[in-house]
């Protein structure tokens, strides 16, 4: 089994969303997912800033979507520029 799919199914066994900024692999990883109608807690696609903003950013995500709605969530890198959260669920 791939890396990229053992971290994904980790972190879906602990009801955790994954911060990447591997796209590619994790599009995929997400749309297997959808295909077999398996959830998972959400990935978050960052572009390249400093730890300290990561982490302010995603405190503020924290406020905005809950647990539940993270679900089956895709979340772009606009969401680390814009002030209100710019996001796109799977499609099917």
Known sequence: MP???RQFDFAVSEKRAVLTNN???FVRLCD???SSEKEHYG???KTKCTMGTIIRRLRN???IVTAEQMKNLI???EWLRCPGLI???PSG
């Open 75 to 77: 979340l772009f890198p």
């Open 43 to 45: 990935v978050i696609f």
């Open 23 to 25: 796209f590619g692999d």
């Open 32 to 34: 297997e997912y959808a």
């Open 3 to 5: 890396r990229r799919m």
């Open 87 to 89: 996001y796109e669920t």
């Open 61 to 63: 995500l924290s406020g």
